[in-house]
């Protein structure tokens, strides 16, 4: 595509970005001492509390156990042997040979297939472009190397099938275009960040901890290679009716920051600290995982093997299709 053409397709996102330009100089001004603040109020001797919640072990995506979680009732659902070991060493066959050597910034994920979502948002027109233009290619080229529909498409038939409203890839965005779905995202021992997250990952949340009733945001991982020994994932189900107000809104602002890279070790190691005792799950290749990604989670590290998922997230509103992105 010419450098006119693909202007004039995606003029829209240019002028956008153009309109909405920010003075980052003039954004989080405060941020060092904010953190500061942040560690310091939870340095007492404090541990939240857990709504001791379980996970659900299931043969099949069904209608029943979607609606435990979406409502809160349980932390995850597991699936096992959702995708066939064939498809899952194809799309990794295929991945490993393109796979570069940058990671995203200030996380433990190699660059696979696909670009994250946060890309749809810049920092420039360029980024949000690239995201745009990458989405139609690469759930196409995932389905052709897996001989047929990939291990997303099943996901979304399947979703749409079993949900009384329904699924659908969203295009709820500035653009009104269609999201990515898919992301594959790779981790291996060199690639982990830190003396805190090489053994007990990342701390962090997707949406807002405390959420709203009728909606909120999911992730869906299915998992394309695992580590024989480490690699589990941990799912926080911190109380929201037995820890206070103010206390969660100040973990809200702590896991807000939990990638930042001049924080990140003293902000994990106390999370560490003052989370309930964790929901521990072993993925297994070819698994499905869905869980209520407005929990705090992370990825436990490993020292042999990689971790490849492909992940989508699902956002759930009472009376509406299920919307998925990457």
């Known amino acids: 595509m010419s450098i006119m053409n693909l202007k004039n397709n995606y003029q829209d996102i240019i002028d956008f970005f153009n309109a909405n330009v920010s ?3 003039n954004e989080n001004l405060d941020k060092d001492n904010e953190i500061k603040v942040l560690i310091n109020y939870f340095q007492e001797d404090f541990e939240f509390e857990s709504e001791d919640k379980s996970y659900e072990v299931c043969d099949f995506l069904n209608e029943d156990s979607l609606n435990r979680l979406f409502k809160n009732k349980i932390s995850a659902i597991h699936i096992p042997n959702y995708i066939s070991p064939n498809i899952c060493d194809k799309i990794y066959n295929n991945i490993e040979q393109d796979l570069s050597d940058e990671k995203w910034e200030n996380t433990d994920m190699f660059q696979g297939y696909g670009l994250p979502v946060n890309f749809m948002f810049g920092p420039t027109a360029n980024d949000c472009i690239n995201y745009f233009s990458q989405v139609i290619p690469i759930i196409r080229k ?11 498409d099943k996901l979304r038939l399947e979703l749409d099938e079993i949900w009384p409203d329904g699924s659908k890839i969203t295009n709820s965005n500035s653009f009104k275009r269609k999201a990515f779905v898919g992301l594959t995202r790779l981790m291996k021992p060199d690639g982990l960040v830190g003396n805190e997250t090489k053994k007990n990952g990342l701390v962090h949340i997707d949406g807002p901890l405390k959420g709203t009733s009728g909606s909120g945001t999911y992730s869906s991982n299915i998992y394309i290679k695992t580590p024989s020994d480490g690699g589990e994932l941990c799912i926080w189900d911190v109380s929201l009716s037995s820890n206070s107000s103010e206390n969660l809104d100040n973990l809200q602002k702590l896991l807000n920051y939990a990638f930042d890279k001049n924080f990140r070790e003293e902000i994990q190691s106390l999370l560490q600290k003052i989370l309930p005792k964790p929901i ?24 042999n093997g990689v971790r490849l998922s492909m992940q989508t997230f699902i956002y759930f509103e009472n009376g509406k299709p299920l919307d998925l992105y990457s």
């Open 23 to 25: 003075n980052e100089n």
């Open 280 to 303: 521990v799950i072993k993925p297994e290749i070819g698994d499905l995982i869905l869980l209520n990604s407005c929990q705090p989670h992370a990825v436990k590290g490993f020292q």
């Open 142 to 152: 995932l389905r052709s190397i897996s001989g047929g529909i990939s291990p997303v």
